[in-house]
Structure formats: C-alpha cells, structure tokens
C-alpha cells in the first residue's frame, strides 16, 4: 500500500471555505449553487442572500458578454474561460474581479475561481496624489479625522492638527479632542459623540474650539459611524475651520438684528399715536400715506384704541399737503375701522388744497366730524366726556 493511501482524506471542503480565492459553483442554469466565504465577503454578501442569484446578475453589464457567450455553450468536454469584469457590490458600487469559469466533461455544474484586483499605483504617482489631497486640504481649511471605537485612538490628517495649532507628534485620544472644545460647545459635541458611538448616529455641529494658543475658533465638526454586525467599530470625520466664514455670518446677523430695531424705531415714529387724555387718542400725519403705511397705521391705531379704551381718535391732517383718490380711500377705511371698534374719529388740520381735492372726489370721510385744529377736536371731546378727570402726570405722551 502506498504512503498516500495511509495519509486520511484530505478536507477538501474546509479548503473551499477557508482560502483567500474567490470560488464558487454554478449550476448547468448560470445560477449560483453554492460560494465560498471569501466570495461573499469581496461582493457584500451572505450565503443565503447569493443562493440561487444568477451569476450574470453580477457582472457588470459591459463586461458580460463573453461570460454570457461562455454559459450559453453547450459543449461536452473540459472548456475554461478566463476573463476580468466587474462584480456588483452590495453596497458600494462595483468590484474588479480576475476571474475563471470552468466546465468540466460530463459534469453539468461550473466552477469559478477568482482574485480581487487593485490599481497598482507608482511610487510617483501616489507622492503626487498626497501632495495634490494636502493641498486641498489647506486650501479649503478641511482636515479629516477617524476613530477606532475599540481601542479609542483616533488618527488625524494634517489639516486637522494645523488647525488646532498642534504638533504632528500628539497621539490623540477622543477625550482629548472632546476637551479642546469651548466649555459652551462640549456638552453638545459629547452628546453627539456619545450618541454615534452607541446608536450609529450621524453628526454635523458649528461649534467653537480653543486651539493650543488660547484662541477661540469656529470650527464644522462632522463624524460618521461605520458598523460592522451592527455594532460601531469606528467613526469616521470632517474638520473644518469656519471661523473668518462664521464671524462674518454673525457679523451680518448682529447688522441685521440692529436694522430691524432701527426699522421697528422708524416704524413708530412714523406713526406717533399720543394720548391726549384718558380716553382720547391723536394721531398726526406727515407726509405721503401709501398702502404699507395705511396698513402700519391702521394695525397700531386700532391695538391703542383697545388698549386704551379711547372714545375719540383724532387725525390731524396738518402735516399732509396733498392727497389723491387712493389716499383719500385709505383714510376712510382706518376712521370706518375705528368706529368698528366704537370709537369716534375725527379728522383736524385739513389744508385748503386738501379740502378742496376731497371736495373734488366727493370724499366725506365716512361721516366723521371735522375741526379747524386738534385744540378745537380735544375741546369737543372734553364736552361729551360724562365727566372731566384730570390730565395724567406729565401730560400728553406719545406711544411706542
């Protein structure tokens, strides 16, 4: 009996789900009727998800025909093919594969082999391309960042350590990163941290940062959890130095804040309600009333009329030196809209230009009463009042 015959069986089937090499059988279909580990792991997938998938199915469209005219033979003897295409994966796009199909004489399935191959790039060609992604970096001020959850180091580029103004040498841990933020900012990167690492939360956060030197810094901090089993075992990120873009947002944001005040200012002025008594209001206008201004005029007059409890509104026409149609129209509607409310309006000042423009356009101002000047309008107010209370302390004031 020979050596060999004394030697036991040789596993060929551990050797199948052990190797490196990409393999699998195909059945006399194209379908896939068993694969190995490595297969699966190369395209993303499990043992079940690639059962019975048609191998055709995963070469990329462009590189299928020679496989397709190989399955489709119908030849009874040992024929081989080898070819390299893309393998579509799961979840990343596609995959270079160097791959062989094998049929075997008076054998109905297929045998596949195959490697996984990679660009192979020069020496010179990959100094090029450092150079190229630094600059890039410096350029945009963007640095990245990754985490290794299990052992808690992380790896910085470059740009991350420039813009905290650090030596390439630190080794830095999570916990020191986290305490380079502004004691206002560290709460809420701790809290998106915390959850990244233990619910595969993304993150994204303006936030502010103090480098070595003391200076505060705006900096984007952006961090994506990978899993694996659906665990995390790293995040993955973006640095960015925002502050000279942030300072002048806020700048705009402060200019803003201080022109709608300045608005807001302008707006009351221009509509100067004053309490002439405890339940008398006077208005006086200047100027032009477009439609915006009505609209200004009439919202605030009717909120003090309210707010006051006013029995008489007076609006004095002293400072309008002309109207039209249209103004005219808006008057009536704001001494209409008092008097919904149940209140008296009256009109005083009315130049003769004036009086005789509304004479012209048969403007009657709703029927409300008409006075030379505000003295003779408050005088009347005074005589219908039920009883005369005192001018408040300090007289007459305007309100905002």
């Known amino acids: 009996m020979s050596a060999a015959r004394n030697n036991p069986p040789i596993?060929?089937?551990?050797?199948?789900h052990t190797t490196r090499d990409l393999l699998c059988v195909l059945g006399r279909d194209g379908r896939l009727l068993v694969s190995n580990q490595a297969f699966q792991e190369a395209l993303g997938h499990?043992?079940?998800?690639?059962?019975?998938?048609?191998?055709?199915?995963?070469?990329?469209?462009?590189?299928?025909?020679?496989v397709r005219a190989f399955l489709a033979s119908n030849e009874d003897r040992d024929v081989r093919i080898d070819f390299e295409a893309r393998f579509a994966h799961r979840e990343l796009g596609h995959r270079r594969l160097s791959y062989s199909l094998r049929r075997l004489a008076g054998?109905?399935?297929?045998?596949?082999?195959?490697?996984?191959?990679?660009?192979?790039?020069?020496?010179?060609?990959?100094?090029k391309r450092r150079e190229l992604f630094q600059k890039m970096q410096e350029t945009a001020h963007v640095g990245g960042w990754e985490v290794d959850c299990l052992t808690g180091k992380q790896y910085w580029t470059e740009e991350t350590y420039r813009i905290h103004h650090l030596s390439l040498?630190?080794?830095?841990?999570?916990?020191?990163?986290?305490?380079?933020?502004?004691?206002?900012?560290?709460?809420?990167?701790?809290?998106?941290?915390?959850?990244?690492?233990?619910?595969g939360k993304p993150y994204d956060l303006e936030l502010e940062l103090i480098n070595l030197k003391g200076q505060?810094?705006?900096?984007?901090?952006?961090?994506?959890?990978?899993?694996?089993?659906?665990?995390?075992?790293?995040?993955?990120?973006?640095?960015?130095?925002?502050?000279?873009?942030?300072?002048?947002?806020l700048e705009l944001a402060?200019?803003?804040a201080i022109i709608e005040k300045q608005r807001s200012e302008i707006q009351a002025l221009s509509v100067p309600i004053i309490q002439v008594w405890d339940d008398v209001l006077?208005?006086?206008?200047?100027?032009?009333?477009?439609q915006a201004r009505a609209d200004e005029i009439t919202a605030r007059l009717l909120e003090a009329v309210v707010?006051?409890?006013?029995?008489?509104?007076?609006?004095?026409?002293?400072?309008?030196?002309?109207?039209?149609?249209?103004?005219?129209?808006?008057?009536?509607?704001?001494?209409?809209?008092?008097?919904?409310?149940?209140?008296?309006?009256?009109?005083?000042?009315?130049?003769?230009?004036?009086?005789?423009?509304?004479?012209?356009?048969?403007?009657?101002?709703?029927g409300a009463r008409t006075f030379s000047n505000l003295r003779e309008a408050i005088k009347a107010c005074m005589r219908e009042r039920p009883s005369t209370k005192a001018p408040r302390e300090g007289g007459a004031r305007a309100m905002r």
């Open 107 to 127: 054998e109905a399935e297929l045998y596949g082999s195959g490697i996984e191959t990679y660009e192979q790039v020069s020496v010179e060609e990959w100094r």
């Open 169 to 199: 040498d630190w080794d830095p841990l999570v916990s020191d990163g986290l305490a380079l933020y502004a004691p206002e900012s560290r709460p809420i990167i701790t809290a998106a941290w915390n959850a990244a690492v233990t619910e």
């Open 216 to 249: 505060r810094l705006w900096v984007r901090t952006a961090g994506r959890p990978v899993l694996e089993n659906g665990k995390v075992v790293r995040v993955l990120g973006a640095f960015q130095d925002i502050d000279a873009f942030k300072r002048r947002e």
């Open 11 to 16: 596993r060929y089937d551990f050797y199948f």
């Open 254 to 256: 402060e200019k803003l």
């Open 46 to 66: 499990d043992a079940d998800s690639l059962e019975g998938v048609d191998f055709l199915s995963l070469v990329h469209p462009d590189d299928a025909e020679p």
């Open 307 to 366: 707010a006051k409890s006013a029995r008489f509104t007076i609006l004095d026409l002293t400072g309008v030196e002309a109207v039209d149609e249209e103004t005219a129209e808006r008057l009536v509607r704001i001494l209409r809209a008092i008097r919904l409310l149940g209140a008296e309006g009256m009109v005083t000042g009315i130049r003769p230009a004036v009086a005789h423009m509304l004479a012209t356009l048969g403007a009657d101002f709703a």
């Open 282 to 290: 006077a208005l006086p206008l200047v100027g032009g009333v477009d």
